[in-house]
């Protein structure tokens, strides 16, 4: 069982609101990604770190920001929720060896934006 | 953009026997991986297979690599119920870092 928690798991907001999603690992694990994941559907990469005070946006592009003080902290905002916004959001960590990537996944957030 | 493509998109099996999956892609690949996720889950590493290995087994679970063809195919062998779940393939691709999945094969095993 992987070392990698999401918080919330499910939650439901209005739209317009303001709401971050927590992702925390304690592998010490130097790469994090963010994935959006509609359901039946593939995982899209919206954001990754390769260490502290590293972001990059991915392949789909997001109105997400995200932000990376601590190693084993990966938040994702959203400054202004919409409906387009409902999806899966799966957090991963992962630790290059050798160039082999594992990643190692925590168990997602469910958002409903109304 | 999408490199691994899974088919079948949806298999259903009755326990005990084998499934089947495969995986195509499109360019060159330092190695692929396959991911299992449960409904509402994370998902789960299985397997990897470098891009100089043509054939892995993990317990149940045999992995073919041809880079020739750009396929790599996964069996799960005596399947069981609690296999039910989708199973991703992804690559990392030459020059890359970052890992690029497949739209996923829905495997659902009937007890």
């Known amino acids: 069982e992987a070392d990698i928690y999401q918080t919330p798991r499910y939650l439901v907001i209005g739209t317009g609101k303001k709401i971050t999603l927590e992702c925390s690992q304690t592998m010490g694990h130097d790469k994090m990604y963010w994935y959006q994941q509609d359901p039946g559907m593939e995982l899209h990469l919206i954001h990754y770190s390769y260490g502290v005070n590293s972001t990059e946006k991915g392949d789909l592009s997001s109105e997400s920001t995200v932000s990376r003080i601590r190693t084993e902290h990966f938040p994702l905002t959203l400054e202004s929720a919409r409906p387009s916004h409902t999806s899966q959001y799966l957090c991963?960590?992962?630790?290059?060896?050798?160039?082999?990537?594992?990643?190692?996944f925590g168990p997602g957030t469910r958002l409903l934006v109304l | 953009s999408q490199q691994g493509e899974e088919d079948p998109q949806a298999l259903s099996i009755q326990e005990g026997e084998n499934a089947t999956m495969n995986c195509s892609y499109k360019t060159s690949i330092n190695n692929l991986q396959w991911y299992r996720q449960n409904s509402g889950r994370g998902l789960v590493h299985l397997i990897l297979i470098r891009s100089n290995e043509r054939e892995k087994h993990s317990g149940r679970l045999r992995v073919t690599l041809d880079t020739s063809k750009k396929s790599s195919s996964l069996l799960i062998t005596a399947s069981r119920a609690a296999d039910t779940a989708s199973y991703f393939c992804a690559t990392v691709q030459g020059g890359s870092e970052k890992l690029v999945f497949g739209k996923g094969t829905k495997l659902t095993v009937n007890p």
């Open positions: 991963a960590s992962s630790q290059n060896r050798g160039g082999w990537e594992t990643q190692y």
